[in-house]
C-alpha cells in the first residue's frame, strides 16, 4: 500500500510514523520546505489541556491526547535518543478580580467532578506555586497535570524515527495538486508531468491545506490565524509553571527559556512580527511576572494556526468526502497537544 502525505508539519510526520508503525511500508512524506517548517516548529509546545478545551467532550480528547505524551515521548526518545522535554510544569489560570475567580470556580468544579485534578487557589498559594507571579491577584485555578514538550525537538525526533521507520521524507517538493479519477483521489501531482499515484492521500499541509488544487469544495475551509512569540532568557532560571491570564501566556522552559505569547490576528498569511505584537505579548507577561522585565530578548517570530471555518471549528480527521483522500489539518491552538491522538486516528481510518 502506497500513502502520500501533503506537508511535513507534525501532523504529517506523527501520522507518517504511526503508519510505518502499523506495517504499512510504502509512506512518502512530500513538503515544499523541510520538515516542521511552519507551525509546528514555531509552536509554543503546551499541552494545556485542562485550559484550552471548550466542552466536556472537548476536555475527554483533550486529557486523552495530553496523557498519551508519557509513553509517546518515552518511546520516541529510545528509538532516537533525542528528548523532546515532555515536563509536568503545570498551570495556572490567573484571575485578577472576584467576578473572573468565580468563573474559574465554574472550571475547576466541573473538572473536579469529572475526576480531573484540578485546584481553585488565593493569590498566596498561587504564589507558593509560582513565587515569580505578581501581587494583587484575587487567586487562580491550578491544574498540575497540564504539561508541555518542546516543538522543535518534537520534530526531530518524529523526522529521526519515520525515516528509521522506513518513511521517505521528501523536503523541497511541493505538492501542485491533487489528483483525482472517477470521484476518487489516486495520487498529487508535483508537476504538470509528474503524478505521484498512491491508494491513499493524506492533506496534511497546515493552514496550507484548503489553497491545495483539487481538495473539494465541500470540505469545511482552513485558514490562517497568525500567532506571535517572543522567547526571553532568565538567567539564572526562576520560572518553572506556566501562567496563562486570557489569551496571553508565559510558558517556562525550565531551563531559562521562557516562551511568552501570543497574538490571535486574522492577516492571511502575512509573516511579519509586529511593534504591536511584541508590545502586547511582552506587556502581559511582565504584568504577571515582573521580574521577567530583566531577563534578555532572544528573539522573536510568528506562524499560523490552522483554523477551520465552520460552525464548531473542529478539526478536519479521518476520511474526506473525497474516497482516497484522507485529513489531518485544522487543529488550530492545539496541534502539538493532538499530535498522537490524530496519527492514530487517521491510521485508523485509512487501515480500517
Ligand atoms: C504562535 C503559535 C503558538 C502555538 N502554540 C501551541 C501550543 O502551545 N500547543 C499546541 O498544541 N499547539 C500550538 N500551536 C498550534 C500548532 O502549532 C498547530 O496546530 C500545529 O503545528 C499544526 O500542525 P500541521 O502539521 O497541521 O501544520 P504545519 O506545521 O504548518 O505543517 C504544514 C506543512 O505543510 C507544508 N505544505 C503546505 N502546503 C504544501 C504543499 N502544497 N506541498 C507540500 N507541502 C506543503 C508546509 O510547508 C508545512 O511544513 C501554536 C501555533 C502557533 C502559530
Not at 131 to 152: H, S, T
Request: hydrophobic letters at 45%.
Amino acid at each position: 500500500m502506497r500513502v502520500v502525505i501533503v506537508g511535513g508539519g507534525v501532523m504529517g510526520c506523527a501520522t507518517a510514523l504511526e503508519l510505518a508503525n502499523r506495517g504499512v511500508r510504502d509512506i512518502v512524506v512530500l513538503e515544499r520546505a523541510v520538515p516542521g517548517a511552519e507551525a509546528s516548529s514555531a509552536a509554543a509546545g503546551m499541552l494545556a489541556a485542562q485550559i484550552e478545551s471548550r466542552d466536556e467532550a472537548e476536555l475527554a480528547k483533550f486529557v486523552a491526547a495530553r496523557d498519551a505524551y508519557g509513553p509517546w515521548a518515552a518511546a520516541l526518545r529510545e528509538v532516537t535518543g533525542i528528548d523532546i522535554a515532555h515536563r509536568r510544569s503545570g498551570v495556572l489560570a490567573l484571575a485578577r478580580t472576584e467576578h473572573d475567580l468565580g468563573r474559574l470556580k465554574r472550571d475547576v468544579d466541573a473538572q473536579v467532578g469529572s475526576g480531573l485534578r484540578a485546584e481553585l487557589v488565593d493569590g498566596a498559594r498561587a504564589r507558593s506555586i509560582e513565587p515569580e507571579l505578581c501581587e494583587g491577584l484575587a487567586g487562580a485555578a491550578y491544574y498540575p497535570d497540564d504539561a508541555q514538550v518542546d516543538p522543535p525537538q518534537l520534530l526531530r525526533a518524529l523526522v529521526v524515527a519515520a525515516s528509521k521507520a522506513g518513511v521517505v521524507i521528501r523536503g523541497g517538493t511541493t505538492v501542485a495538486s491533487l489528483v483525482s479519477e472517477g470521484g476518487r483521489c489516486v495520487g498529487v501531482a508535483l508537476a504538470p508531468r509528474e503524478i505521484m499515484r498512491a491508494d491513499a492521500v493524506i492533506l496534511a499541509a497546515g493552514s496550507w491545506s484548503s489553497l491545495v488544487p483539487g481538495v473539494p469544495d465541500d470540505m469545511p475551509r482552513v485558514r490562517p490565524v497568525r500567532g506571535q512569540l517572543v522567547l526571553l532568557e532568565e538567567r539564572p532560571p526562576r520560572t518553572s509553571t506556566i501562567v496563562f491570564e486570557g489569551h496571553s501566556y508565559v510558558v517556562p522552559r525550565g531551563d531559562g527559556r521562557v516562551i511568552c505569547g501570543s497574538t490571535m490576528e486574522d492577516v492571511g498569511h502575512r509573516r511579519e512580527v509586529t511593534a504591536a505584537g511584541v508590545h502586547a505579548i511582552l506587556g502581559a507577561a511582565l504584568a504577571v511576572m515582573p521580574r521577567l522585565g530583566e531577563a534578555e530578548v532572544v528573539r522573536s517570530w510568528c506562524n499560523f494556526r490552522p483554523s477551520v471555518t465552520s460552525a464548531t471549528g473542529a478539526p478536519l480527521v479521518g476520511q474526506s468526502p473525497l474516497p482516497g483522500l484522507f485529513l489531518a489539518t485544522g487543529h488550530h491552538r492545539n496541534g502539538i497537544l493532538l499530535a498522537k491522538v490524530t496519527a492514530d486516528a487517521v491510521a485508523d481510518a485509512i487501515l480500517r
